[in-house]
Structures are given as C-alpha cells and as structure tokens.
C-alpha cells in the first residue's frame, strides 16, 4: 500500500462496492495518490475521515469500524501527546480534528464521539473567550484523556461547575473533574470505549 487510494481499497473492499469506493477517492483529488510516507499521520487522519464521509452507502455503525480499520492501516495513529494553546478559530478547528482522531482510535461509537468532541469544543470555545488557556490529549492504551486548561484567577469552582458547558461535558463523560492547580483551573476527564 503504496498510496492512501491503494489502501482505501484494499480495507474497504469487503464492506463497500467498487463504484462507491471509487466516487469517495475522487471526491479527495490528487490526495488519494499522495504516498502515504510524505504524509504526516494527522493528514492521514483526515484524509480517512473525508474518504469514510463520503462512502454514502455506509450505515453509521460500519463506517466507524471502516475508518478505524483505516486509521490502522494507514498508520494514522495519534500523537501519544499533544498540547497546544486555545487561541483564535484556527486552535479551536485544531482541537476538534485531534479530539475526533484520538475518540475514533479508543473505539467510540459515532454519536457519543460526537456528543462529547461538541461539549468539549464548547467548553474551550468558553475558556478561549475567556482569556484563552491551553488544551492537552493523552493516548493511554485505550483510553484518550483530555485537559482544558484556564487561566481564570479569580474564578470560583463552584461556580465554574454549574456552567451550562460543564454540566454538558459532565452528562456525556462518566470521568470529569474541575481542579485548581495553580493560578490555572484544569477540566480533566477521560474517554475510552
């Protein structure tokens, strides 16, 4: 498997037919011919989050088994680590990209994935608007931990708790927690299959 086309193929042929796999990799352009080794592993990731998109025929259920299957073989797996700062939409586009990889690759099933990738983007949303912060992902075997970090001083966790972006984050994760560290207020919570 040479290039991202030859591997869309190859995994998907026993789920999907010939012409459907052929419209979603002409839907990607010249990318589905990029040699998978120039292509960075977060590239790939979207690459077969487009491909899985556009295979229309797809229930939901089999297309996350498909694109799990796809991130495998295409080595698409997520930084074990990453941190980056919430500033501007371009970090918030960020967060959602990573956060949907690393949810696809512990297993989630399509709507939870979507549910809490959404809580979580809003929560950052809040703390970017907020005065900014940072935001970290760790893959741990098969889980994915994420931590929102917020500059907040003068914020009372008791308060903080009872915000409409937190009750939401803490209705769809089983594993939340608000603590103060620091001058920071970090929102942790931890997602596996």
Do not use: Y
């Amino acid at each position: 498997m040479n290039t991202f086309a030859e591997a869309a193929t190859q995994v998907s042929a026993t789920r999907v037919q010939a012409a459907d796999i052929a419209q979603a990799l002409k839907v990607l352009g010249d990318e589905a011919a990029w040699p998978l080794p120039d292509v960075p592993p977060l590239r790939r990731a979207e690459l077969v989050d487009r491909f899985v998109r556009n295979l229309r025929t797809l229930a939901v259920r089999s297309a996350t088994v498909l694109q799990r299957e796809l991130l495998t073989a295409v080595h698409a797996e997520p930084d074990r680590e990453w941190e980056g700062p919430l500033k501007g939409a371009v970090s918030l586009i960020e967060l959602r990209n990573r956060l949907k990889h690393a949810f696809t690759v512990v297993g989630l099933d399509w709507d939870r994935l979507t549910k809490i990738q959404s809580c979580a983007c809003g929560l950052a949303r809040w703390v970017q608007d907020c005065g900014g912060g940072s935001v970290s992902i760790q893959m741990q075997d098969q889980k994915a931990r994420c931590r929102i970090r917020w500059g907040g001083q003068s914020a009372d966790v008791a308060l903080v708790e009872q915000s409409p972006m937190v009750s939401a984050l803490r209705a769809v994760v089983r594993d939340f927690r608000i603590a103060r560290i620091g001058a920071q207020l970090e929102f942790d919570f931890a997602v596996s299959a």
